[in-house]
């Protein structure tokens, strides 16, 4: 019984003190929080694009929906193709438009590629 009395004893004081050091440094806390939500929603550690779709797309924009680069072999293609469609096909809970755009994307680099 005594033993239960000391930890719950124990456990407050440690709340106590670790409420006092939030208190007291609070306006530095907040600081480096709101630094470090900056950097971060600012896309310096994001390594995705924010931005949205081009109205024409370009080959550019079509290597960055299929995750390869510009000058990608049709081989390369057709894998980052086939990848990306079983994670965003419409008959498996995917978006219809997004599906739409990584098809367009495909097709750009089989057009270009003769």
Do not use: W
Request: aromatic share 8%; charged share 25%; proline share 4%.
């Amino acid at each position: 019984m005594s033993t239960g009395l000391i930890l719950a004893g124990l456990g407050l004081a440690a709340a106590g003190f670790t409420g006092r050091y939030l208190l007291r440094h609070s306006r530095v806390i907040t600081q480096t929080l709101s630094k470090n939500v900056e950097a971060i929603s600012g896309g310096a550690f994001s390594k995705y694009y924010h931005g949205g779709f081009e109205t024409k797309m370009s080959r550019v924009e079509a290597s960055r929906i299929l995750g390869v680069t510009p000058s990608s072999n049709p081989i390369k293609v057709k894998e980052a193709h086939k990848r990306i469609m079983l994670l965003n096909h419409p008959d498996r809970g995917g978006s219809p438009y997004l599906a739409a755009k990584i098809n367009e994307a495909k097709d750009l680099f089989d057009s270009r590629k003769e």
